[in-house]
């Protein structure tokens, strides 16, 4: 009984020496990455909604912004150039002579065929204190080496 005793408060001091980081967005810029891969994941499985909830600008997300039809018909022809097999987040940079917080991730992208490009831009915009959106894709890149 003594044994256990010691084995909780043992793991209860150990819980509460512990102690969690908080990481200033400002340092890390984390959440454009993860704003383009949920769209590069979204575009795979053709979630329209999604996409939408993702794309935007400075006014907010397309999907609260725009008429649907227009919405969904972009966002399908987004979906189907992206359709891809696997891809790496290779970049990040600021966007030069823009207003708005912005970051620049660049992304080789495998389709399927074999065919792979690189270094294909997402400018991604800080919509919000929290939410990043994406604001514009480098298309051609993909269409032109297709």
């Known amino acids: 009984m003594k044994r ?3 084995s ?4 209860a001091l150990v819980g509460a020496c512990t102690s969690r980081t908080v990481v200033n967005q400002s340092q890390f810029q984390v959440a454009p990455a993860l ?11 053709r979630d329209l909604v999604t996409m939408s909830r993702l794309f935007g600008g400075a006014d907010g997300a397309w999907v609260d912004t725009r008429n ?4 969904e018909l972009r966002m399908n022809a987004i979906a189907e150039i992206l359709r891809h097999d696997d891809y790496e987040i290779t970049s990040e940079g600021t966007v030069p002579g823009t207003v708005l917080p912005n970051r620049r991730i660049g992304v080789d992208i495998s389709f399927p065929g074999g065919l792979r ?7 991604v915009v800080l919509e919000s204190t929290n ?10 890149k993909i269409t032109e080496g297709a």
């Open 131 to 140: 939410r990043w959106l994406i604001n514009a894709i480098e298309l051609t």
């Open 8 to 11: 909780i408060m043992l793991v």
């Open 68 to 71: 649907r039809e227009e919405v």
């Open 35 to 45: 704003a383009v891969e949920r769209f590069l994941q979204a575009a795979n499985t």
């Open 4 to 6: 256990l005793s010691m």
């Open 117 to 123: 490009v690189g270094d294909v831009g997402f400018t």
